[in-house]
């Protein structure tokens, strides 16, 4: 099978660079819709008013839609539309027709597309990309939504045998996601500001490919608001990343459905009437993604709705190199298809003339990441208030960590040699214990630092001084979306159940 | 340590219902979908939802007043139409108004099918289909679980089910964009020869009677089948046919992956104007639409595909797919672990259309009886002008299709068939009119048991009576002429 006929990776500086190395056997051998040489041949044909009698699709006068209308906050207030949604403000219609002019109408929308999506949709997140993120030379594909794109980006990349590198604590919500077909992860050592770039290279150096297989190529982050820990990478960090995944040949996946609700961000003059104004006081308080710097093509970075608008959206897109993107494309072909025609509809829509624009949609997101600042600023009051005094306690951002240490049943082996990845406390038992307590006794929940912790290989850790991530399992993730009054019950809460958890 | 799940959370609906019924599914499953966990975080917040009262702090979810969708509105066709799609596509129907509220009453609330969900969908959405299940196929013992669309779901099939290296059964001209999408998972696809009927029954015993384990690698056990308006010949499967299929599958043990878009397109029913008036409408299409697959299936061994793609539109990305309670739990494992649950705004526009504020499913059925009146006059308009046209010359003919949008026309020439259709193919494409070859749906056979090359009975193209009047005049016009250039 030959490789596809395109410039794959020509960059802005004219270095080529071929990454088809990565891709999973799977993807390999995936060859484009079998109809689509067909196509090629059909599209090719120079005979004007061509007659189809080759496609099930059902004619647009048959779909049951003849207008769409979507209730959406007013963004006529440039200042806070969060907050004037919240407290019966004004609203605006986006409509979706068949006969008249829209961005995106019915009679396009409903039809079976491919690969990336509809042309209108995907143009206007281009647009957006573009804009806001400016990647060196990348393309947009749409997804379901994050969970939909990574497991998509993950099945063209692993296959059985691999390893694939992430922080040592992530969401197994994703990260369980490949384990089925016999990919591994490897956590890499993180501390208030994430990954540590000097960790990730150790492993790097210190891979045994006789001993574990070849050395991991693929590196999953959530560089802003990491889940569980809530830490944003500094730039310093991403610059060094990249110098690391360059030399080492890796590809980043930059999984980012909070980038635009990153918190302490120094707030600039930004509610200027005049949309570039806005748009650029917006964007100087966006922090440089990894696919800004992505010379390379290695990055594939996925946006989602779902934080921003709703989860229920089932939308996002991945921005990545051409190859990828066109592989990701066949895949989608092979499986989903592309997304649905409402959310398509929805978003088109609000990017264009008649909705949003892309200046009115960087106001809400300005305004709603105000809104969780505001929430999150609440609970660390209250946390100071409540929590912070037993003495049990401190926040880094809401991953609580707790001083097992001060609990009476706390037990520390005094022993030596041995694996360097296997507990030395019963930190898991007594965090496992205080978090059914504070459940079934005081009815607050939190998450764990247990679910999200990556299994440790001796083999992959330093063998001196290394401390078993289960001795260091020792948080609680709190969230703040919920109401005021929510967050201040829970904090409260939260500082009885450690007094009487502590004090038995 | 990853949270694992403990022992009690795992005992649900579907252990229950498979020791009630014996039987052992798991062994049907794929390496991938046996080792599958469930979602752990969502083990936790199942957990949380206990006791009452409790703060759940646990969560990432977005709070619904941030949500900034308040009111959908669909602007559809009404449904006390006498005649729905005729009255919706010259304009002179009147409209219905369908609307979702995020903080009104309303069937499937906005907060509801903008939230985070799991991946079998929301209850009320598949409450109303297996609702629709129940009056047309009456299932023994099936759960529904939503899908994006029957590629989605059969798709997630193919991972569910098979492993690298193993043989799965189809139909020997079949939709192959799906047959391909199997074979970078490493399945291989073993055809089943078709006549006017669609699959031939003895062919199916024939192949699973003499496979050869020990030359041909594990015997099959998934059978893929497009029973109405089977893509791309167009035939739809007796009853009888259906039957023997599904002894077929009994004795030798086989899953049938039931994939029915076209199902809802059926013509020449005959339905009786009196039960519509005294039942509606979904009880007297119940009586002569075609029995499924999954109405006989009482050893659990169907996955039945249905969609919304064909007879709402295809840019729904919905649909739904029933099956034992044991596959839909692991079905909705994977989608936990990829797509994850459909579109809000989709679940809403179904909850609403299906409900007391919408057209019900009775008007659903209307709407539906609707659509097969239309693309029945659209398909005898087809085969009058095919007579008149191009049958006339002797070159080709058809059968009459009785469901869907698929006519499968004999054509062309029985020798060097392959090379010459493709000239065929190419000559009418010049002469501008566009019609599928069989080629390109064609499945190779493997085995080398068929006795002929599928190569030599490619002699068919696939024509669509989807497109407007005019598209169909002119383009078998175009078709006869070309037919009588080609052959003389």
């Not at chain 2, 010459?420 to 000559?427: S, V």
Request: net charge negative; with cysteine; aromatic share 10%.
């Amino acid at each position: 099978m030959e490789t596809p006929q395109i410039d794959n990776n020509a960059t802005s500086n004219n270095r080529v660079i071929d990454l088809s190395h990565h891709l999973s056997d799977e993807a390999r051998i995936r060859v484009a819709n079998p109809l689509k040489d067909i196509m090629r041949v059909i599209s090719e044909c120079p005979v004007t008013d061509l007659i189809t009698m080759a496609n099930g699709d059902p004619h647009h006068s048959l779909y049951p839609f003849q207008q769409i209308m979507y209730e959406v906050p007013s963004i006529q207030d440039p200042s806070d539309p969060v907050t004037s949604w919240n407290n019966s403000g004004r609203t605006q219609i986006f409509h979706s027709y068949r006969d008249q002019e829209c961005a995106l109408p019915i009679r396009n929308a409903f039809q079976y597309s491919r690969a990336a999506g509809l042309v209108p949709c995907k143009d206007a997140l281009t647009n957006f990309t573009n804009l806001i993120f400016a990647p060196p030379n990348h393309h947009v594909m749409l997804t379901f939504g994050n969970s939909d794109g990574l497991t998509k980006v993950f099945r063209i990349f692993g296959q059985k045998g691999d390893h694939f590198l992430t922080d040592e604590f992530s969401y197994p919500g994703i990260t369980n996601c490949p384990l089925p077909y016999g990919v591994k992860w490897v956590g890499i050592k993180m501390d208030s500001g994430g990954i540590i770039p000097e960790e990730l290279e150790k492993v790097l150096i210190r891979w045994d490919e006789a001993k574990l297989g070849r050395r991991p190529r693929l590196l999953y982050l959530v560089p802003v608001g990491q889940n569980p820990t809530g830490s944003t990478l500094s730039v310093d960090r991403r610059k060094k990343i990249y110098a690391i995944a360059q030399i080492w040949d890796l590809i980043i996946v930059e999984d980012d459905p909070y980038y635009f609700l990153r918190y302490n961000v120094p707030q600039t003059n930004c509610a200027s009437a005049d949309p570039d104004e806005f748009i650029e006081n917006f964007r100087s308080t966006l922090i440089p993604t990894f696919l800004s710097m992505d010379v390379d093509g290695r990055v594939l970075r996925l946006d989602t709705f779902s934080k921003v608008l709703a989860p229920g959206m089932r939308l996002g897109w991945i921005t990545s190199n051409k190859l990828f993107h066109l592989k990701l494309g066949e895949y989608t072909d092979s499986s989903t298809q592309p997304p649905h025609a409402f959310g398509q509809m929805f978003v088109t829509e609000m990017l264009s003339e008649h909705g949003w624009k892309i200046d009115g949609f960087c106001r809400w997101l300005r305004s709603l990441c105000l809104d969780y600042q505001n929430r999150l600023d609440f609970l660390l009051d209250v946390f100071q208030r409540e929590v912070e005094p037993t003495g049990y306690a401190k926040r880094m951002f809401v991953w609580i960590e707790v001083f097992f240490e001060k609990h009476p049943r706390f037990v520390r082996e005094r022993c030596s040699g041995g694996s360097p990845v296997v507990a030395r406390t019963n930190t898991e038992c007594l965090l496992k214990e205080l978090i059914e307590r504070l459940m079934s006794i005081h009815g607050v929940v939190f998450m764990p630092a247990s679910t999200f912790a990556i299994p440790e290989n001796a083999l992959w850790v330093e063998s001196d001084g290394h401390v078993p991530l289960s001795d260091r399992t020792r948080f609680l993730r709190a969230t703040f979306a919920g109401t005021e009054d929510i967050i201040e019950k829970g904090m409260i809460r939260l500082g009885k159940g450690l007094r009487e958890f502590f004090q038995e | 340590m990853v949270f694992l799940p403990s022992a009690t959370s795992a005992t649900s609906a579907a252990d229950v219902g498979l020791k009630r019924s014996h039987v052992d599914y798991s062994r049907y499953l794929s390496a991938e979908a046996r080792s599958r966990l469930p979602n752990p975080i969502k083990s936790i917040w199942k957990a949380a939802q206990v006791k009452p009262g409790t703060i759940n702090m646990g969560n990432g979810d977005p709070h619904h007043t941030l949500y900034p969708i308040s009111e959908v509105n669909f602007v559809v066709p009404s449904i006390d139409e006498h005649d729905p799609v005729q009255s919706w596509r010259s304009g002179t129907g009147e409209q219905n108004i369908i609307s979702s509220y995020k903080d009104e009453l309303c069937a499937l609330s906005l907060r509801t099918a903008f939230a985070y969900g799991a991946g079998a969908g929301l209850k009320d959405v598949r409450d109303a289909l297996a609702d629709l299940n129940d009056r047309i196929h009456s299932p023994p013992n099936h759960t529904v679980s939503l899908s994006l669309g029957n590629a989605d779901a059969l798709t997630k099939c193919f991972r569910l089910l098979g492993d690298p290296g193993d043989s799965f059964l189809c139909e020997e001209f079949t939709f192959s964009a799906m047959t391909n999408a199997a074979l970078p998972l490493g399945i291989e696809w073993v055809p089943i020869r078709m006549d006017n009927n669609g699959l031939v029954p003895s062919d199916l015993e024939r192949i699973l009677s003499s496979w050869d384990e020990a030359k041909q690698g594990k015997r099959p056990h998934v059978l893929y089948t497009i029973p109405c308006s089977q893509n791309p010949t167009g035939s739809t499967l007796s009853l009888e046919r259906r039957q023997q299929i599904y002894q077929i599958a009994h004795d030798w043990d086989i899953i049938i992956l039931e994939d029915d878009p076209y199902f809802f397109l059926q013509y020449d029913l005959g339905m009786s104007q009196s039960t519509i008036q005294q039942y509606g409408h979904t009880r007297a299409m119940a009586e002569v639409l075609p029995r499924s697959f999954l109405s006989m299936d009482y050893d659990g061994r169907v996955m039945r595909l249905d969609s919304f793609s064909k007879i709402v539109a295809p840019g729904m990305r919905l649909g739904w797919v029933t099956s034992n309670s044991y596959f839909a739990d692991k079905l909705d494992m994977l989608t936990d672990s990829s797509s994850q649950h459909p579109h809000g705004m989709g679940q809403a526009f179904v909850a609403e259309l299906l409900g007391s504020n919408g057209w019900g499913v009775d008007g659903f059925m209307k709407w539906i009886l609707s659509l097969c009146n239309e693309y029945q006059r659209r398909r005898d308009l087809f085969m009058d002008v095919f007579r008149q046209k191009v049958a006339t010359s002797g070159f080709a003919s058809a059968e009459v299709p009785q469901s869907g949008m698929f006519v499968w026309i004999k054509s062309g020439p029985t020798t060097n068939t392959a090379d010459l259709m493709d000239e065929l193919f190419r000559k009418l494409l010049n002469n501008g009119l566009v019609m599928m070859p069989a080629s390109t749906f064609a499945i190779a056979d493997r085995t080398g048991t068929m006795g002929s090359h599928i190569n030599d009975r490619v002699n068919f193209f696939r024509a669509t009576f989807v497109g407007t009047d005019e598209t169909i005049r002119n383009g078998l016009a175009t078709f006869g002429r070309t037919l009588e250039e080609f052959f003389l």
